[in-house]
């Protein structure tokens, strides 16, 4: 009889253990092979599911087919266990290290791939890895074995397997010592892990929808052609009636150096394009030429807002002519909590949502530093799936300087191994780099790494602004911010005002509606991303129609929203925040000189805004130098000496906070990540447990880190909102679609996604606004849960006037 491991769906087709294994083998070993570990990867890929060879599992899928609604006991069939049990009793001893560490790496993964990677040592000094693979009786364990070996692999080429696997690792380990090799280990583990759960999760999607795999884009091919598109773009600016004009020479000087740039190694480099300049543009000009010479499989684009995304992925759409090719990620529509293991091989609306794809394989990728970091850190399997496509990549970090302060060490170390291990180029792209490289865990950014000449004459080239200093003096409230805004607007078309707090600006946007009667918009992160971008073209046609206006905002506007206004408003932050502001003012140098006020709002309360809090406290020391001495820091906040001072500061104040520090365990995240066994607290304290050493070479806390961090500093989760087509897609969400239907909802979704803090979600829920979808999987808003003045409505509340779109 055959062992199942998956029934399909439609017509009860059966797919074996031994079909299953060795197909995600195969795709396993194909996406290892890109680092050079094709065995590690296919070690796991082939014993994964090796517990359904074991008669409980047999009797559970059938059981499951026959009587689909009779409720399952959870945890009842342990079948990820097996194959990391096989590798810890064979192969982990003390007297072959590098064997033992190839056990523990590949068999964490393997007893992981239904939740996350688990503890080797835990604060609370336990193992969940030794509980499972060598304390864990399993039934039926030695048949499993047998049926192993006669069906999937003989016993001597397994050994011989295992073997390559071993030299693979020893290759691996000899690489970059400097890192250190717990560092290098947590990565390979996490990669392993990624690799593993994407081919286990295609191949189960193709035999339930019944295809092969897809057949592999040809990205040379298709770079090439987008180069065509892009240069024919760039060719036909030259024949503008202001092509002459020395900002637009400047403009086109920087693309070609971009790309001739391109033509250097895959590196960490920076890209400090001035705002205005054309970054965009340069950026994917140097990404399309170095993919198509060093055949990059994709070019992924990483930004802080997903205001940036939207603009970008239109700007870069438009210009390619596709649509298809390039995915647009803001946010996890799907909570991932849960250990699935349960419901493993028959088919559920956990099990499809779960094979929805996922993985970040399309060609061009615009997401977020939130999903960036997740892809590494976050807890679950859903994120980690996509760390292995950042590999053989050209990846753009735009506005990296918000990076969070927090995640400053992780960031630099996921970049490093990217750089180090996964053949991938990396630029950092902003017009106010960070100091990352003056940190305690240093981004190893390459010698000469500036891709722009003569940085300090293109920087007074671009110089389009004047900052004046409206904080050092003197405090605004929102009623003299209202008629400071006024009487500005006697002397202007149209002014963009940029506050701290979503609170601050709601109260100022409701007092000049009353004051005024000039049109005035509201943007905050309240609002999905459709409706920041009609509510940005609505301003963008005011503004080309020089109508006037005023548009108040958080910080979303002003990182890589390409809008320009006649005067900026900046409530004091960091200096980097001020920059960027600015980016919005004359951005297009049609007047000499446009003004940017530097303000302190009283009524901001940044108690819970820690990084904006100091950097405004760091800001005003340098505001205040310049206005005692104006020769001190090149003259300007918006100077690369000044830059660079901030940035210095500003990380030395916050130096406690870069490792992620997690006051509950008095521990940071860097160190339960790589926590070195020969000095480690926790070692020591499980012989004083135990009486006994920890029979392990690694120690890492990979279940627990996972589960402290979290990008930003409340846990946020995704809702989808009832604005324009989103309304359609939670209809469409209510119904059984396909998985393949499922993914181009989930795909369009991105669009309509809003992400609530735990505060805002709880009161949502207490008001009845939350409407749950897929068993608690994705959650959507009520009608009168979204505004369209304001986004987001926690009361639920809103009135039919202001509802209508």
Known sequence: MDSIAHIRESDKKIQTVEQHLLEAKELAEAYGAKIGITHITGLAGMLHDLGKYSDEFQEYILEAVN??????????????????????????NPKNPIESILAEVVGNAIISHHSCLQDFLSPDLESNYLKR???KELNNYETTKQNFFQKVILEIDFNQYVHEATIELQEFLKKHPSEGIENNVMFLTKFV???????????????EEDRSIENEIDQVHLFENYYKKLMDKIDSFKKDGNAAKPINRLRQEMSEQCEAFALQPSGIYTLSIPTGGGKTLASLRYAL???????????IYVVPYTTIIEQNAAEVREILDDNENILEHHSNVIEDNEDDECQDGIMSIQQKLKLAKDNWDSPIIFTTMVQFLNTFYAYGSRNIRRLHNLSEAVIIFDEVQKVPVSCISLFNKAVNFLNNY?????????????ALDFVENKLSINKDAEIIKNLDEVIDAFKRVEIIDRATDEKFDTNKLCNFIQMKLDEVQNIMVVLNTKSVVKKLYELLKEETSIPVYHLSTSMCAAHRKEILDEIREKLDNEEKLICVSTQLIEAGVDISFDCVIRSLAGLDSIAQAAGRCNRHGKKDLGYVYVIDHMEENLDKLKEIKVGKKVSARILKDIKNNPQLHGGSILTTEAMKKYFREFYNELESNLNYYIPKLGKNLVELLTVKKANSTYCQGFRSKYGDDLPLYLVNSYKTAAEYFQVIENRTTSVIVPYGRGEDIITELTGNGSIDDLTKLLKQAQQYTVNLYSQEFEQLAKNNGIVSLFDGKIYAVTEGAYSNKFGINVNNDSSLNDLIV
């Open 193 to 207: 892990f990624s690799a593993l759960i994407d081919a286990d999760r295609t191949n189960t999607r193709m035999f």
């Open 133 to 135: 693979v060598r304390d």
């Open 422 to 434: 996964c053949h991938s180029s990396m630029i950092l792209c902003t017009a106010t780099q960070p």
């Open 67 to 92: 009587n689909p609604f009779s409720p399952l006991k959870r945890g009842s069939v342990d079948h990820s266990t097996a194959g990391g049990k096989l590798l810890f009793e064979r192969f982990h």
């Open 289 to 299: 030429k170095h993919a198509i010479k060093y055949k990059k499989k994709r070019i």
